[in-house]
């Protein structure tokens, strides 16, 4: 998917946002959105938005000397989500179709996302995790396509699994528990907004459900070109991939593969993509033969 | 009021806003977008957002080739709020005070704004005048000094009244009826978002209960070192101001005279700066002894 210009605005509030969480130093933010405005002539609108967020991010990490400045809110988040733990595993139980309840919490865990907001000004948000899960389990999907999901399931032996943020992590983790498959679960190279890196995904217990892999991405997204070797044969030869989240999406959604799509819209942008509302909870298979 | 950082974002948004109102070629919008994130490091955040604003804008205009992008808009609304103003003369004529429903409705006129937005990429916002009109009268303000606007009201023998948006304008015109003293309405020099001018003001009938006066500036906001001599001698020595909107706000917010500000909070920069919610509908004084 390419960047819209309607990103533009909507990386600033994200420049701002992330360098006010590591610095009260309005000088420093100051700089940050001179620089930034100054990089917009150098982004590609053909390159996913991952790309442009990426050089984006590595500015702000120059400028504040921070190179992980959601670190303390991955791990707020990560702990308030084992906390549920227990809870998600209760409501998974007592559904009828326990993966499509799985499905559906895997969703609300993806509302953890510091990258995609539209309200300026706020300080980071609070996500209540708790009412998030309680909603999406009443809620309807807006894009389904869960028959095939489940043909693509059982069809497979494997499934490459790349997650999104931390703290959804456990959200992803009940949902692996569901799926009855040895899982990869795929995560960044690096800190890039709140984004699960390998230690993130330790925190989340992953490793107990799941083979743990790195992208090699230093990207909020998974751009093909920047990942490992090692990630691209594990990709490559994969039956079913699952890919959570808004960034992921917009970095993989031209790929004619078994890939399906799990995320909460939560922009404009991927809403008006998607022709949905945001809000709006996904299952969207890709297109292939 | 000085700029705030949290400005930058919603100045890009605009800027996208505004140029794609004029053209549907995204090419041009980009080089807005490049132009304005190159300006960025030339803003002063000393002066109050329509200072920069101003800057913006007239880049915008030469880019896309159109000094006044909004004018159908603002044609648009005027109309809108002439067929509703046998409407809102009959709210004030049936409320047990007049001056006071008047009041509300000249801040429910205060939402025609298209400057301050915050959703992104919604089509130039459709305001339910009506809707608008029927709320505010309902609603109570955030910020309400009444008492001493009716104080100074009745202590002057003219009003300097400085209008905000073109439609507004006929919502000011069922304020002004009832303010029951002369009024000199304010209009800014040259076309500049959807504020009103002149032109604007004449097709709201103002001049049929006010003295028109252009403040000869072409931003935003009243930015008294840019007015005329003609203006700055009224101002200087009106006995009450009124101030329409946020615009208006933000140049005038320092001034130590007679002024009551009468707007609607649209955004939460102003939010902030006022110790309010978004959304509020806002009667406050200026200080002065």
């Known amino acids: 998917m390419k960047t819209y210009l309607d990103c533009i605005p909507c990386f600033f509030q994200q420049a701002l946002q992330t360098t006010r969480m590591v610095t009260s130093d309005?000088?420093?933010?100051?700089?940050?959105?001179?620089?930034?405005?100054?990089?917009?002539?150098?982004?590609?609108?053909?390159?996913?938005?991952?790309?442009n967020g990426r050089l984006m991010y590595k500015k702000i990490a120059e400028i504040?000397?921070?190179?992980?400045?959601?670190?303390?809110?991955?791990?707020?988040?990560?702990?308030a989500a084992l906390k549920l733990?227990?809870?998600?595993?209760?409501?998974?139980?007592?559904?009828?179709?326990?993966?499509?309840?799985?499905i559906k919490l895997a969703i609300a865990g993806n509302v953890i996302d510091f990258g995609a907001k539209s309200s300026l000004m706020k300080s980071p948000g609070e996500f209540d995790l708790e009412k998030e899960a309680k909603e999406a389990v009443k809620k309807n999907f807006v894009l389904l396509d869960y028959e095939n999901f489940k043909e693509s399931l059982l069809a497979s032996s494997e499934i490459l699994y790349i997650g999104d943020n931390a703290g959804e992590t456990v959200f992803d983790r009940v949902l692996i528990e569901?799926?009855?498959?040895?899982?990869?679960?795929?995560?960044?190279?690096?800190?890039?907004?709140?984004?699960a890196t390998y230690e993130d995904a330790i925190e989340a217990d992953i490793h107990r459900v799941a083979r743990i892999l790195s992208s090699g991405v230093d990207a909020p997204g998974t751009i093909l070109a920047r990942c490992s070797d090692e990630f691209r044969k594990e990709y490559d030869s994969a039956q079913l991939v699952i890919s959570k989240g808004q960034g992921n999406y917009e970095t993989l959604s031209a790929e004619e593969r078994p890939i399906f799509y799990l995320l909460k819209v939560k922009c404009p942008v991927i809403a008006q993509e998607m022709g949905v509302e945001v809000g709006g909870m996904v299952l969207k298979q890709a297109k292939w033969d």
Chains 1, 2 share one sequence.
Not at 26 to 51: H, N, Q, T
Request: proline share 10%; charged share 35%; no cysteine.
């Open 26 to 51: 309005e000088r420093k933010a100051r700089k940050v959105l001179d620089e930034v405005g100054a990089m917009i002539k150098g982004f590609s609108l053909d390159s996913p938005p991952p790309e």
């Open 85 to 102: 733990y227990p809870f998600l595993k209760q409501i998974v139980v007592q559904s009828e179709d326990k993966l499509f309840a799985a």
């Open 64 to 79: 504040t000397g921070n190179p992980d400045p959601f670190k303390e809110i991955k791990r707020k988040y990560t702990d």
């Open 178 to 195: 569901e799926l009855g498959r040895p899982v990869i679960y795929v995560v960044r190279g690096k800190p890039i907004i709140n984004d």
